[in-house]
């Protein structure tokens, strides 16, 4: 058999040759190519067998198949409750009255089914209790009972980043673009089940902001009307912190601890170790206020901020100014 080859000077003999070095390297390659495939096989069986088995990590960490809440559940609760809250600006178009009475309608009865069954499954994970679905559908009502009051002070949130950042154009805008609205819709909702007792689904929610916007807020954190975050970018606010109202932060700012109190275990001990910040305070970029320390009222930190000691009503914390100094022989520090 003649192989063509468009090397003309090649004779039969060479062609049958590269023929037959052709069929052995296929044959060749092909057994290559079923013994990768058989090992892969093996390779992806034994390693299904070993990770089906429940190790002794996931026993002690109460984290066995069927009894987690669902991230992508806890994820579509948020979206419902953004189309409830501002409805228009997330999910369907509400063109009329009467459009708006129903999708929000439809989208609370599907938000009462999800939450419960989150809520039923948080308590099981988290604290080992199995609770009945009469307990779990009251806190979901309680929780309910609860959206109007969070609207309200969202919509604060709002007024308030529309008053201290002049790049505004809208409410609509704030809605739409600002971190600070993804940020405060999951902060205020989760904050709202934590006072309920819902273990553990309250950090997710925040995290999931956290994950996207860079600002972590805890849901522990008890934060007042009006509150704004202008861009935002590594904002942090810890536990135990106390915001009142009318307050405004800037990126890279730290509502953090400086130390913990230990028990005799050399476990820490969760006892209030965040700031204070009354009404009317504002913490410029970067800065850094560490502690149990009271923030007067209507007292402005500067950036670049270390603040670790109590500050009285009224104060300007602000940085000594750079001082720029010109050297005659061109020479500089």
Known sequence: MKIFSPISHFSEKSSNFIFFVGICWRDEYLCAKFNTAMDKKEILSKNVVLLSEVTESEVRMQTQGGNQPSIEAISRIIDLLKQIIFPGFFGAEIRDRESRYYHIGVCMEELETRLKEQIRLSFKCFKGENVCED????????????????????????????????????????????????????????HALLTLGVPVLPRIMTEMA???????????????????????????????????????????????????????????????????????????????????ITIGHDTVVGGNIWLTEAVPPYSRIIQQKAVSETFTDGAGI
């Not at 604060?156 to 201290?164: K, L, Q």
């Open 210 to 292: 956290h994950s996207k916007t860079g600002i972590d807020i805890h849901p522990g954190a008890q934060i007042g009307e009006y509150f704004s975050i202008d861009h935002g970018t590594g904002v942090v606010i810890g536990e135990t912190c106390i915001v009142g109202n009318h307050v405004t932060l800037y990126q890279g700012v730290t509502l953090g601890a400086k130390k913990f109190t230990y028990n005799e275990n050399g476990h820490p001990v969760n006892l209030p170790r965040h700031p204070i910040l009354e009404d009317n305070v504002t913490v410029y970029s970067n800065s850094s206020i560490l502690g149990r």
């Open 135 to 190: 307990m779990s559908d009251e806190i979901a009502v309680k929780f309910i009972e609860m959206i109007p009051e969070i609207k309200r002070v969202l919509y604060t949130d709002i007024a308030a980043m529309s008053e201290t950042d002049p790049a505004v154009t809208s409410f609509s805008e704030i809605i739409f673009c600002y971190p600070v609205v993804q940020v405060m819709v999951n902060y205020r909702i989760a």
